[in-house]
């Protein structure tokens, strides 16, 4: 079956400091891969996307590619703001079940001031 | 722009009692689901539907019933409470539902957050 690996948090950076939060996975097709940010209070929205190898998904200064040697899509970001203090959540779908997404456990990310 | 909607908020609820959780999407979309989150497990799928009258169990189905008569309107029953359905409960819904498509973007609700007692 379709699983996925994420880095434990909780992680607590300084802000400008640079940010990776690994992302693995394992998948029996060929998946699409997602981030998506929970906000305090809030619901999950999708941050970024790839659909196929070698693809760079990018949004509001983060990034992660998708790379099928490896089956990671680690996300980074060069320099944090405390607004980015969230939950992040890496998700895959596999075209072959129906939309279903499988997530990972998530880690929170603490930027201080 | 409602997006998805979910009601209640919040809620509590003893042992052994019975509850619909709703969720409505004003998007037309087709694939609509249910997810519960659980700390340190991420988000887990509940059931899902790809279209008025087509509903299927995910990972986490026990416990919990849902109907899809509309393509609007994706209820979540809980038949009888349990401290262990206590939890965030997330309805998500995205556009396309056909398999071999490369997925498009999930929207989802702001949760509601269940508590049994």
């Known amino acids: 079956g379709n699983s996925v690996t994420q880095m434990e948090g909780p992680v607590t950076l300084s802000e400008e400091a640079f940010l990776t939060i690994n992302c693995t996975y394992t998948a029996t097709g060929y998946p699409s891969l997602f981030w998506y940010v929970q906000y305090p209070g809030e619901g999950l929205q999708l941050l970024l996307k790839a659909t196929k190898a070698d693809d760079k998904g990018s949004n509001k200064g983060f990034e992660a590619t998708y790379r099928k040697e490896t089956t990671s899509f680690h996300l980074e970001k060069g320099s944090v703001q405390v607004s980015d203090s969230a939950v992040y959540f890496c998700a895959l779908s596999d075209p072959q079940t129906a939309r279903q997404l499988t997530f990972g456990s998530g880690t929170q990310l603490t930027v201080l001031p | 722009n409602a997006g998805v909607t979910q009601t209640p908020k919040f809620q509590v609820l003893k042992t052994g009692q019975s509850m619909t959780l709703q969720c409505a999407q004003d998007?037309?979309?087709?694939?609509m689901s249910w997810y519960r989150q659980d700390p340190g497990m991420g988000l887990r799928l509940i059931h899902y539907?790809?279209?008025?009258?087509?509903?299927d169990q995910g990972e986490v189905p026990n416990g919990y019933n849902v109907s899809r008569s509309t393509t609007e309107d994706f209820p979540l029953r809980l038949l009888s409470a349990a401290p262990s359905q206590t939890s965030v409960y997330f309805c998500?819904?995205?556009?396309?539902?056909?398999?071999?498509?490369?997925?498009?973007?999930?929207?989802f609700g702001q949760g509601t957050r269940l508590t049994v007692v």
């Open positions: 998007m037309n979309h087709e694939y």
């Open positions: 998500a819904s995205s556009s396309t539902a056909r398999t071999g498509t490369p997925n498009t973007e999930a929207f």
């Open positions: 539907s790809v279209g008025a009258g087509i509903t």
